[in-house]
């Protein structure tokens, strides 16, 4: 590009403030528009992985045998009856599998039938509540309800781990039969005091809950637990997800490692059975299917949104482009007189459109970006963090905005002849 030719761009640019302000400003506001979009699209996932892993767990850890049994009218029937407990030291377990930074909170259960000094039967739950764990390279792992189920409220406190003497009340049962907090009683000969009253579990509503060491004792399980549920960070399911669910062996070689090399849940559950010797582990699929099925959706909506952005600020450039064209009409046939082409016209308008939708993109992505998270704080309450692909996608689709809005006003140029417009003749 000559030198004569910069002059004519930054002249151009410089001169006409208005349609270049405005076009500024019509491709800033779309590309901050796809900016906001993108950034929230190629976040949502995590952030919903987030959202549904505070309402519990989508792995279920049952001994091998539990896994097998079926229901009969109304009735449990297990074929291998010996395996329908777990040893509680091979928990660790869980967290050492290759996915173990995907693993938010986990919690075994076991539960007891009990009786109180006045005769009345009731069933106790064991588990963790705040418990640290010890896990390789990770000493400070601390795991349990509290962390599993945020959705529990408590009224009162929550018991200690191992504690053999402090327990929970579900509020259902509470209500029943009037226990409040600081209330005592016997259960199984043993005294116990209840320091909070369980809201929000419905499968305990109707239950005691204490320590899982306490929950031994009653059950005579010394060391042991029934199943263990977990929660784990876990990307959308899809093709390769859905086929591997049906069979792993029908997988070739190279789908099998980029399934069991993606945070698929049906991949950390059979990572989960690998290592933890004598388990069985059941995705909750109603949980991952609900994610990706979300995740689908808002990413579906974002992309319609991004095709109309394109359209209606396409539309805007043209008619910005029209309107400059028509101004710069004797500029143009001045062009054509000293024997500039058609081409190198194109080129010197096309230019000035690029540069400013480059600025426009750059200034756009900063304030999509913003945008994307007060979006993500009105929703999440916190922010989202920034994906550095949207930087260069939002400055092309700038740069695509501008290509395709030039595109109508461009061919116009070969009609201008220059005795017509340098002379005003129709």
């Not at 279920?60 to 896994?67: F, K, M, N, Q």
């Not at 704080?377 to 695509?400: E, K, N, Q, R, Y």
């Amino acid at each position: 590009m000559t030198n004569m030719q910069l002059r004519i761009i930054k002249s151009s640019i410089t001169g006409s403030h208005v349609q270049k302000l405005m076009a500024f400003i019509t491709i800033m506001l779309a590309s901050a528009l796809i900016a906001c979009m993108l950034n929230i699209t190629l976040k949502i996932g995590d952030e919903i992985a987030g959202e549904l892993r505070s309402y519990g767990s989508n792995i279920l850890v049952l001994p091998r045998g539990e896994s097998l049994s079926i229901e009969i009218e109304g009735k449990n029937f297990t074929p291998l009856k010996s395996q329908n407990f777990l040893p509680e030291d091979k928990l660790h377990k869980i967290k050492e599998i290759f996915w173990r930074n995907n693993i938010v909170a986990f919690a075994p259960f076991l539960q007891a039938d009990v009786n109180s000094s006045k005769g009345e039967k009731f069933k106790f739950v064991g588990t963790y509540f705040d418990k640290n764990l010890q896990i390789k390279d990770e000493p400070e792992f601390k795991t349990g309800v509290k962390t599993l189920y945020g959705f529990w409220g408590i009224n009162g406190e929550w018991p200690k781990d191992d504690s053999l003497d402090e327990i929970l009340v579900g509020d259902a049962l509470a209500k029943s039969k009037n226990f409040k907090v600081g209330d005592e009683l016997v259960l199984n000969s043993r005294k116990l005091k209840i320091v909070g009253i369980l809201n929000g579990a419905s499968d305990e509503a109707n239950k005691f809950v204490g320590s899982l060491k306490l929950a031994q004792i009653f059950a005579n399980r010394p060391g042991e637990f029934s199943k263990a549920e977990v929660s784990a960070m876990t990307i959308p399911e899809n093709d390769l997800s859905l086929k591997a669910r049906r069979n792993v062996d029908d997988l070739d070689s190279a789908e099998y490692d980029l399934w069991y090399c993606s945070a698929y849940v049906s991949s950390i559950a059979f990572q989960i059975e690998e290592d933890f010797a004598g388990v069985s582990a059941k995705p909750s699929l109603q949980v991952s299917e609900a994610e990706s099925n979300i995740v689908k959706k808002i990413q579906s909506l974002m992309g319609i949104v991004s095709i109309i952005a394109l359209i209606v600020s396409a539309i805007g450039i043209t008619s910005l482009m029209t309107s400059e064209i028509y101004r710069r009409k004797k500029e143009i046939g001045l062009l054509k007189a000293l024997g500039a082409s058609n081409l190198e016209i194109y080129s010197l308008f096309a230019t000035e459109s690029l540069v400013v939708a480059f600025f426009a993109g750059i200034v756009g992505t900063i304030f999509g970006y913003g945008l994307s998270y007060l979006v993500a704080f009105a929703i999440f309450s916190h922010g989202i963090g920034f994906a550095w692909i949207v930087i260069p996608i939002s400055i092309a689709f700038a740069l695509l905005i501008s290509v395709i809005g030039s595109l109508s006003p461009m061919r116009s140029l070969t009609k201008l002849l220059p005795a017509e417009v340098l002379y005003e003749r129709k």
